[in-house]
């Protein structure tokens, strides 16, 4: 993004008036990179000197609102897109949606689902997954499965984001049942999992009280080299916790450390009472040297 505002200060120094492609290309760099004050800037700076942006423009623009979170801002650029007649592509919608998502507005973002829907605009894939993303961070497990009924009504497709997606809000919603479902559903549908799916089917199981499930579905993911992360592993330990696998526990711990896998606190502070609730106290003081090793903070 720094060389794209390099190319901005050099046009205005030589007197050559930047283009709409440099604009758009100074925009949507500053926006990738999270610099989106810095974008937004540009976007004005655009409309005094070139007058009206372009469906590129605007897009550029409202996703990098979305790295900052400013999901009014958002909407303030589709109300002027919308009043400059300026036409909106399948990005726009899910643009706005992902703000308002990353804005912790989940009602606002299926608000303008629903603005989008009676409008006749066609929604695909990738607009559900932001709503249904936007109702997952907001904990909203029955609006986000909802949000599936209307996927399969309108025929749009599902792929892993959705029932990832879908998994999570299920997860944080304590619905274990709801996401086995889904799930299993998935897998039906030749959709294959990845990380965030499998971290969020094991994070269930262990907060539902099914230590035994969250292993088999650790297992399952290990066979099939999806990889393993920080999360997954957390959830998997606290599995072990509950099943009272304290061997299995140090075994998750030792595969992070070769892995490289970053161990945080939580990571930590479940090994460690895995190994205190089987009063393996001599496994518990192994486990901390790892912990003094890896350099995690402890509280």
């Known amino acids: 993004w720094e060389k794209s505002l390099h190319l901005l200060i050099a046009s205005a120094q030589s007197f050559v008036e930047p283009n709409t492609i440099t604009f758009n290309a100074a925009i949507c760099a500053c926006g990738k990179v999270g610099e989106w004050k810095q974008a937004l800037q540009l976007f004005s700076l655009m409309c005094q000197r070139r007058g009206q942006p372009s469906t590129f423009t605007f897009n550029a623009a409202i996703s990098a609102c979305e790295k900052g979170g400013d999901w009014e801002k958002a909407l303030q650029l589709f109300t002027m897109m919308d009043r400059s007649k300026v036409e909106f592509d399948m990005v726009t919608p899910a643009a706005v949606i992902s703000a308002c998502s990353s804005g912790g507005k989940w009602a606002k973002a299926l608000h303008f689902l629903s603005?989008?829907?009676?409008?006749?605009?066609?929604?695909?894939?990738?607009?559900?997954?932001?709503?249904?993303?936007?109702?997952?961070?907001?904990?909203?497990?029955?609006?986000?499965?909802?949000?599936?009924?209307?996927?399969?009504?309108?025929?749009?497709?599902?792929?892993?984001?959705?029932?990832?997606?879908?998994?999570?809000?299920?997860?944080?919603?304590?619905?274990?049942?709801?996401?086995?479902?889904?799930?299993?559903?998935?897998?039906?549908?030749?959709?294959?999992?990845?990380?965030?799916?499998?971290?969020?089917?094991?994070?269930?199981?262990?907060?539902?009280?099914?230590?035994?499930?969250?292993?088999k579905l650790f297992r399952t993911m290990t066979a099939s080299k999806v990889r393993v992360d920080t999360i997954t592993y957390n959830a998997a330990i606290s599995a072990c916790e509950q099943a009272g696998e304290w061997v299995q526990a140090l075994q998750h711990l030792s595969a992070m450390v070769e892995g490289q896998v970053e161990m945080d606190r939580i990571t930590c502070s479940v090994a460690l009472s895995s190994c205190e609730n089987s009063d393996e106290w001599e496994k518990a003081l192994v486990l901390l040297s790892t912990m003094m090793q890896s350099k995690v903070k402890m509280d």
């Open 115 to 215: 603005m989008m829907d009676s409008s006749n605009v066609e929604l695909d894939t990738v607009t559900f997954n932001a709503a249904i993303s936007a109702c997952e961070k907001g904990g909203e497990w029955q609006k986000a499965l909802q949000l599936f009924s209307m996927m399969v009504q309108s025929q749009v497709t599902l792929d892993t984001i959705t029932f990832s997606s879908g998994i999570s809000a299920c997860e944080k919603g304590n619905e274990l049942q709801k996401g086995l479902q889904l799930f299993s559903w998935m897998l039906q549908s030749k959709v294959e999992p990845n990380t965030f799916t499998y971290s969020a089917a094991i994070s269930a199981c262990a907060k539902g009280g099914r230590g035994a499930k969250a292993l």
